[in-house]
C-alpha cells in the first residue's frame, strides 16, 4: 500500500489545490524538505498525500544523523520522487534486506512524529519503508488537524 508520493512541478501549490480537490482534501504547505513545497492531503484513513516540490528538486541523502533533504539541482541521477510504503516485514529484515543489495538504509523520526527506514534503491532513490510499528506511528501523527498545529508552531498561517 501507498503512504504518499513526491512530485516536482512549475507551481507546488496549484498542483497541491488541485489535487487536494479532486479528492474533497486540503492543500497546505510543507516547508519541511524543500522551501516552496506544497502537499495534497486527502484526510482518509490511510493519511494519502501527494508532496508537490519546486520544478528541479532533487533529493539526496544526508550524512550521519540527518533527514534527507531537497535542493534544486540539473535533474541528474536524483529527483524529487519518492515513496512511503508499508511493509509487513521488522527493521531488522529490512536491514537485511538493504545490505544484501548493497543500499544504504538507515532509521530516521521524522518531525518526531514517524520512524521511517530511508532506502536508497540504487543508492539514488528513496523509499521510506514503515514497519507495522511505524505505520501506526504515521497513521496516528500525520493528520491535517495536526499538521496545521505544525505550521502554527513554525509561524506560518495554515491555508483555510
Known sequence: MLFHVSIDADDPRHVA?????????????FPPVIAGSWMAMAGDDRRTTVEVYPRGTELVEAEGDAD??????????RSATHLAIATDKGVEEVLALAKREGWPVKYRKRGGVFGVLELWVEGSR???VLTPEMQAEYRAGLTVENWRGFLSAAGMAPAA
Do not use: D, K, T
Not at 17 to 29: C, D, N, R, S, T
Not at 68 to 77: E, K, L, P, Y
Open 126 to 128: 528513496m523509499i521510506e
Open 68 to 77: 534527507a533533504m531537497g535542493v534544486i539541482g540539473g535533474n541528474g541521477a
Open 17 to 29: 489545490e488541485v489535487i487536494a480537490e479532486l479528492w474533497g482534501g486540503v492543500a497546505l504547505p
